[in-house]
């Protein structure tokens, strides 16, 4: 099993890659180098991470009857 600490460390990783990779929270969006340096991860395991976080919002989004035309719409 994971460590607590392991984990919340994971979920830190994985908010960084997305508001990163993504240009969230007023940021301009950045490469898989830019991220893996800041983050001091390899390129691929940002793109993993990446990966692992869409998986899991299209899950959600989908138990809630919703999909991404939906939210993107405006």
Do not use: F, W
């Not at 984990?7 to 908010?15: D, F, V």
Request: hydrophobic fraction near 35%.
């Amino acid at each position: 099993h994971l460590s607590i600490r392991r984990q919340r460390q994971m979920c830190i990783e994985t908010g960084v890659v997305i508001v990163r990779r993504y240009g969230l929270d007023n940021q301009e969006p950045a490469t898989l180098e830019e991220v893996a340096k800041e983050i001091n991860l390899s390129k691929e395991r940002v793109r993993q991470i990446q990966q692992e976080a869409l998986v899991k919002l299209k899950k959600y989004l989908k138990s809630h009857g919703l999909d991404k035309d939906a939210i993107l719409d405006n």
